[in-house]
T-cell receptor, first 114, second 113 residues
Framework: DSGVTQTPKHLITATGQRVTLRCSPR?????VYWYQQSLDQGLQFLIQ???????AKGNILERFSAQQFPDLHSELNLSSLELGDSALYFC?????????????FGDGTRLSIL | DQQVKQNSPSLSVQEGRISILNCDYT??????FLWYKKYPAEGPTFLIS?????DKNEDGRFTVFLNKSAKHLSLHIVPSQPGDSAVYFC????????????FGKGTRLSVIA
């Protein structure tokens, strides 16, 4: 058990809809990361937050947004969903976000767009 | 443009033998390299890491070797056990606080009893 909790585990929705994925980091971790894993792909970095503020941004689409709340949980919002958004979305956390510090991953949310 | 490449999608090894998983990278600014293991329906689990100032790091049955001049690293598992069967991801990151982890596509290891 990594201590990182992601909800829901599975999400099925239709094109054009909007969904929210939630992540609770490990106790004491200040940094949260979001990744997308599509079929046969490695994990693609989307965005990082540290103590409530955005720290780094990857190839995150404009239709996607995220935030980290004062209690350090984070939400990833995906809107105007397209078939290609079907993927596994992982959240990870680390203590401070320092380079080389291991990130601890949740079990992911599987998003299926019909 | 893949900055971290794991060229073998899969690998089969007999129980008790050595498993060697390889990873190549292109960005000379990478300073830390990490290996993660992933079982089905679970998130990746951190396994072992190495910084660019070292060429070897060992933790029990797992050893990571780094060859900076060749931009190549490898993970050795010895002896391999059936429970090691999983997908292994290589990841790399630079020294700046704003650079993200860059992952390879993974190698599926099957340890056969």
């Amino acid at each position: 058990d990594s201590g990182v909790t992601q909800t829901p585990k599975h999400l099925i929705t239709a094109t054009g809809q909007r969904v929210t994925l939630r992540c609770s980091p490990r106790s004491g971790d200040l940094s949260v990361y979001w990744y997308q894993q599509s079929l046969d792909q490695g994990l693609q970095f989307l965005i990082q937050y540290y103590n409530g503020e955005e720290r780094a941004k990857g190839n995150i689409l404009e239709r996607f947004s995220a935030q980290q709340f004062p209690d350090l949980h984070s939400e990833l919002n995906l809107s105007s969903l397209e078939l290609g958004d079907s993927a596994l979305y992982f959240c990870a956390s680390s203590a401070s976000g320092a380079p080389g510090q291991p990130q601890h991953f949740g079990d992911g949310t599987r998003l299926s767009i019909l | 443009d893949q900055q971290v490449k794991q060229n073998s999608p899969s690998l089969s090894v007999q129980e008790g033998r050595i498993s060697i998983l390889n990873c190549d990278y292109t960005n000379s600014m990478f300073d830390y390299f990490l290996w993660y293991k992933k079982y089905p329906a679970e998130g990746p689990t951190f396994l072992i890491s190495i910084s660019s100032i070292k060429d070897k790091n060992e933790d029990g049955r797992f050893t990571v070797f780094l060859n900076k001049s060749a931009k190549h690293l490898s993970l050795h598992i010895v002896p391999s056990q059936p429970g090691d069967s999983a997908v292994y991801f290589c990841a790399a990151v630079g020294n700046s606080g704003n650079t993200p982890l860059v992952f390879g596509k993974g190698t599926r290891l099957s340890v056969i009893a």
